[in-house]
């Protein structure tokens, strides 16, 4: 008696031999596809399917057998797969490979497909084998919506990998000339097969870099003569520099242009300096253009060349937000280091208004010198004067508001002005400095400063000073190098006095020296004003110039280089006649403004020329060859006008030219691949030469050595 289902299962399995019907019914009801093939035919034809292949595929076992052997499109076949299954037929082992399959409906889907020999112990060559397939749709769409979020997030990164790049090269605004060329070579080596900047200055140019000191002009003019009747209303290049248009435009480089046209000029410079890009491209060559916006214009362009493709479409969209984004910050950057720069030379302008020129004082060698502080708006507090009261009296002033605003500017200039009158009218200081306490209470200038007020005297004994402190520091006198602090005379800030204010002398002998300075020239975080005076008056002891200027710039070369506040100096020297027999006036002095073009270097060499020979100076020819290098270099290298100042020294003829470009000059090493620095050579064996910085950029100085023109073996 048969005691279970179960157990009735067995017995007729096994009456059944093996068992197939329930094998049969087991097989149709797996949810897994799964076909039996005839092992005896080497094309292995279906002979059964069960009811999931026929979901999965659409076919039953008949149809399946019929198609069997279509065949599949070109890009669906997979012949190693198919190769591999074949080898693993011939060897009667199991084998699972990836395949596309063809639905009864025509589409074409991969899946994975397990073969096994089905095959008794009496039998050499297996009778059937079962096929099962593993459909891998859902899996490959999951693994390609991955895909595509590693791919985006990767494009993502790198576009903000990309903009800090262009960030970090933008952050350096006081570097005069921010590397364009630079953030253009990014560009290239990450998003486009080609890229650069172009500045719109009154008309397209090629940009290395922000040139601050080429303000903006507006609408840009047409490049070349455009003829008449042939006004390029449609150029698009031209349309976006006015800012009639806003967004990217396509150039098709091969387009024809009006001549003189923007658009004309801009593709022929692309054509000219594309380089692989273009030879790569496929079809006409387009360039993408991206105006360079400023806040209330277009300040120049960004063109581009795609790697891939033809104009927009060749770019990807990542690749494009990061264009636009360079694009913007360029803009931003160019516009604030032109308004940063506009507000520098405003202040200084303002500054330089207030501050005298170096006056021609008869009988004295009288240097002066001021720089405000570059962290600054280029204005601030620190003064001096040097006032021809009379024939026989001169007057010297130096004095620091504290502060460095425009306030504290307006409060100087308030004080140099009250100065400056009484000193005329009362030449002992002490009394001026009382007047000058009791007008500045009256007049309630909100910042408090301090100053040094002197009066020197020439009498048929020498000079004589006279001195008075308002809360300064004291002046230097250097004698045989010996330096005496002039401690005297001293009293409160100015404005506090009230008790009188007392007057200090000293008889000065040929060759003393007075140094006049402000704090800034001393003072440092890591040192107090106590040391500071004290290496002051190291360098002032051991400085060998036998003139004013010499002294000043050795001063300035050894405690000026990295100032942490305004600097003012004036050096008074009492010229020695041992120095040498004086050929009428000494020191005598010569100044020009000259403008930054090329006409300036002739203008320059007929200058020194001419004052050589009033001078009674020889070897002008030396002096002409080296003020023509330093003019030819600022005019060529420089910003703005070119300053141009001659000093008869007593020894020789010292030269001084300034302009804004803040850059040193170079000399070259005589390496074969460097350009230019040649001019700083020749003046190398003409004269003593060095440079400095000055509010403006800079001042390269050069004192000519007397003596004929050095041999060329030297």
Same mark, same amino acid.
């Given at each position: 008696?048969?005691?279970?289902?179960?157990?009735?299962?067995?017995?007729?399995?096994?009456?059944?031999?093996?068992?197939?019907?329930?094998?049969?019914?087991?097989?149709?009801?797996?949810?897994?596809?799964?076909?039996?093939?005839?092992?005896?035919?080497?094309?292995?034809?279906?002979?059964?399917?069960?009811?999931?292949?026929?979901?999965?595929?659409?076919?039953?076992?008949?149809?399946?057998?019929?198609?069997?052997?279509?065949?599949?499109?070109?890009?669906?076949?997979?012949?190693?797969?198919?190769?591999?299954?074949?080898?693993?037929?011939?060897?009667?082992?199991?084998?699972?490979?990836?395949?596309?399959?063809?639905?009864?409906?025509?589409?074409?889907?991969?899946?994975?497909?397990?073969? %096994?020999?089905?095959?008794?112990?009496? !039998?050499?060559?297996?009778?059937?084998?079962?096929?099962? +397939?593993?459909?891998?749709?859902?899996?490959?769409?999951?693994?390609?919506?991955?895909?595509?979020?590693?791919?985006?997030?990767?494009?993502?990164?790198?576009?903000?990998?990309?903009?800090?790049?262009?960030?970090?090269?933008?952050?350096?605004?006081? @570097?005069?000339?921010?590397?364009?060329?630079?953030?253009?070579?990014?560009?290239?080596?990450?998003?486009?097969?080609?890229? %650069?900047?172009?500045?719109?200055?009154?008309?397209?140019?090629?940009?290395?870099?922000?040139?601050?000191?080429?303000?903006?002009?507006?609408?840009?003019?047409?490049?070349?003569?455009?003829? @008449?009747?042939?006004?390029?209303?449609?150029?698009?290049?031209?349309?976006?520099?006015?800012?009639?248009?806003?967004?990217?435009?396509?150039?098709?480089?091969?387009?024809?242009?009006?001549?003189?046209?923007?658009?004309?000029?801009?593709?022929?410079?692309?054509?000219?300096?594309?380089?692989?890009?273009?030879?790569?491209?496929?079809?006409?060559?387009?360039?993408?253009?991206?105006?360079?916006?400023?806040?209330?214009?277009? +300040?120049?362009?960004?063109?581009?060349?795609?790697?891939?493709?033809?104009?927009?479409?060749?770019?990807?969209?990542?690749?494009?937000?990061?264009?636009?984004?360079?694009?913007?910050?360029?803009?931003?950057?160019?516009?604030?280091?032109?308004?940063?720069?506009?507000?520098?030379?405003?202040?200084?302008?303002?500054?330089?208004?207030?501050?005298?020129?170096?006056?021609?004082?008869?009988?004295?060698?009288?240097?002066?010198?001021?720089?405000?502080?570059?962290?600054?708006?280029?204005?601030?507090?620190?003064?001096?004067?040097?006032?021809?009261?009379?024939?026989?009296?001169?007057?010297?002033?130096?004095?620091?508001?504290?502060?460095?605003?425009?306030?504290?500017?307006?409060?100087?200039?308030?004080?140099?002005?009250?100065?400056?009158?009484?000193?005329?009218?009362?030449?002992?200081?002490?009394?001026?400095?009382?007047?000058?306490?009791?007008?500045?209470?009256?007049?309630?200038?909100?910042?408090?400063?301090?100053?040094?007020?002197?009066?020197?005297?020439?009498?048929?004994?020498?000079?004589?000073?006279?001195?008075?402190?308002?809360?300064?520091?004291?002046?230097?006198?250097?004698?045989?190098?010996?330096?005496?602090?002039?401690?005297?005379?001293?009293?409160?800030?100015?404005?506090?006095?009230?008790?009188?204010?007392?007057?200090?002398?000293?008889?000065?002998?040929?060759?003393?020296?007075?140094?006049?300075?402000?704090?800034?020239?001393?003072?440092?975080?890591?040192?107090?004003?106590? @040391?500071?005076?004290? %290496?002051?008056?190291?360098?002032?002891?051991?400085?060998?110039?036998?003139?004013?200027?010499?002294?000043?710039?050795?001063?300035?070369?050894?405690?000026?280089?990295?100032?942490?506040?305004?600097?003012?100096?004036?050096?008074?020297?009492?010229?020695?006649?041992?120095?040498?027999?004086?050929?009428?006036?000494?020191?005598?002095?010569?100044?020009?403004?000259?403008?930054?073009?090329?006409?300036?270097?002739?203008?320059?060499?007929?200058?020194?020329?001419?004052?050589?020979?009033?001078?009674?100076?020889?070897?002008? %020819?030396?002096?002409?060859?080296?003020?023509?290098?330093?003019?030819?270099?600022?005019?060529?290298?420089?910003?703005?006008?070119?300053?141009?100042?001659?000093?008869?020294?007593? !020894?020789? +003829?010292?030269?001084?030219?300034?302009?804004?470009?803040?850059?040193?000059?170079?000399?070259?090493?005589?390496?074969?691949?460097?350009?230019?620095?040649?001019?700083?050579?020749?003046?190398?064996?003409?004269?003593?030469?060095?440079?400095?910085?000055?509010?403006?950029?800079?001042?390269?100085?050069?004192?000519?050595?007397?003596?004929?023109?050095?041999?060329?073996?030297?």
């Amino acid at each position: 008696m048969v005691n279970s289902r179960a157990e009735r299962v067995a017995l007729e399995a096994a009456a059944d031999v093996p068992g197939r019907a329930v094998l049969a019914r087991a097989l149709d009801a797996l949810s897994v596809p799964v076909a039996m093939l005839d092992g005896h035919d080497p094309h292995l034809p279906v002979v059964w399917v069960n009811h999931a292949f026929e979901r999965s595929t659409g076919y039953d076992a008949a149809t399946a057998l019929a198609h069997q052997r279509d065949a599949l499109p070109p890009g669906a076949r997979r012949p190693d797969a198919l190769l591999a299954l074949r080898d693993a037929v011939r060897a009667g082992r199991a084998s699972t490979q990836t395949m596309s399959l063809r639905r009864a409906d025509g589409s074409v889907y991969a899946c994975r497909v397990e073969l %096994a020999p089905v095959s008794s112990a009496d !039998d050499e060559t297996p009778r059937y084998w079962v096929a099962s +397939l593993h459909d891998l749709t859902e899996q490959q769409s999951h693994d390609a919506e991955q895909a595509a979020l590693v791919e985006a997030e990767r494009r993502e990164r790198r576009s903000l990998g990309l903009m800090t790049q262009v960030s970090d090269l933008l952050m350096d605004v006081d @570097d005069r000339m921010t590397p364009l060329h630079e953030i253009a070579a990014l560009l290239r080596h990450s998003v486009v097969g080609w890229a %650069a900047f172009y500045v719109n200055d009154g008309g397209l140019r090629a940009a290395e870099g922000v040139d601050h000191h080429r303000p903006p002009s507006g609408k840009g003019r047409r490049h070349g003569s455009v003829g @008449d009747g042939q006004a390029p209303a449609d150029d698009a290049v031209q349309l976006l520099l006015d800012g009639v248009k806003d967004r990217p435009l396509e150039l098709d480089l091969s387009g024809d242009y009006v001549p003189g046209s923007a658009s004309a000029w801009l593709a022929g410079h692309v054509r000219t300096h594309g380089g692989p890009a273009l030879t790569n491209a496929s079809g006409a060559p387009a360039a993408v253009v991206l105006p360079v916006s400023g806040r209330r214009r277009v +300040l120049g362009l960004l063109v581009v060349l795609p790697r891939v493709g033809l104009g927009i479409d060749g770019i990807e969209r990542s690749a494009q937000t990061v264009l636009e984004l360079t694009a913007r910050r360029v803009g931003l950057v160019i516009d604030n280091a032109r308004l940063y720069d506009r507000e520098h030379r405003l202040a200084e302008t303002l500054q330089r208004a207030m501050l005298p020129q170096q006056a021609e004082v008869d009988g004295l060698d009288v240097w002066t010198y001021y720089a405000p502080n570059s962290e600054n708006v280029q204005v601030g507090g620190d003064w001096y004067d040097v006032l021809q009261i009379s024939p026989d009296v001169v007057g010297v002033v130096i004095g620091d508001v504290v502060g460095h605003d425009v306030e504290a500017a307006a409060a100087m200039g308030q004080l140099r002005s009250v100065v400056r009158s009484y000193a005329y009218d009362i030449t002992t200081p002490g009394p001026v400095l009382e007047r000058v306490d009791q007008l500045v209470h009256g007049m309630r200038i909100p910042r408090s400063a301090g100053l040094v007020l002197s009066t020197l005297t020439r009498s048929s004994a020498g000079w004589r000073i006279e001195y008075s402190r308002a809360g300064h520091l004291p002046v230097l006198h250097v004698r045989s190098g010996e330096v005496t602090a002039l401690m005297d005379g001293a009293g409160p800030l100015v404005g506090f006095g009230g008790h009188g204010r007392s007057t200090a002398g000293l008889d000065l002998a040929p060759g003393d020296v007075l140094v006049y300075y402000t704090d800034g020239l001393i003072e440092r975080r890591d040192r107090g004003l106590r @040391d500071g005076i004290a %290496a002051l008056s190291d360098v002032v002891g051991t400085v060998t110039a036998r003139d004013s200027a010499g002294i000043g710039e050795e001063i300035l070369s050894r405690l000026a280089d990295h100032p942490e506040d305004d600097v003012a100096v004036v050096v008074v020297r009492v010229p020695d006649p041992r120095d040498v027999v004086e050929r009428g006036r000494s020191p005598r002095r010569r100044r020009w403004s000259l403008p930054s073009e090329p006409s300036s270097i002739g203008r320059a060499r007929h200058a020194v020329v001419r004052t050589c020979h009033a001078w009674d100076m020889p070897n002008a %020819a030396n002096a002409e060859l080296v003020v023509s290098e330093l003019v030819a270099n600022a005019v060529l290298h420089g910003f703005g006008h070119v300053s141009l100042q001659l000093y008869d020294t007593g !020894d020789g +003829l010292r030269i001084e030219v300034e302009d804004g470009n803040p850059a040193p000059p170079i000399a070259t090493d005589g390496h074969p691949g460097r350009v230019g620095g040649f001019g700083m050579r020749i003046v190398e064996r003409l004269a003593d030469w060095g440079w400095r910085p000055s509010s403006r950029g800079k001042l390269v100085w050069a004192k000519v050595r007397p003596g004929a023109l050095p041999p060329a073996g030297r």
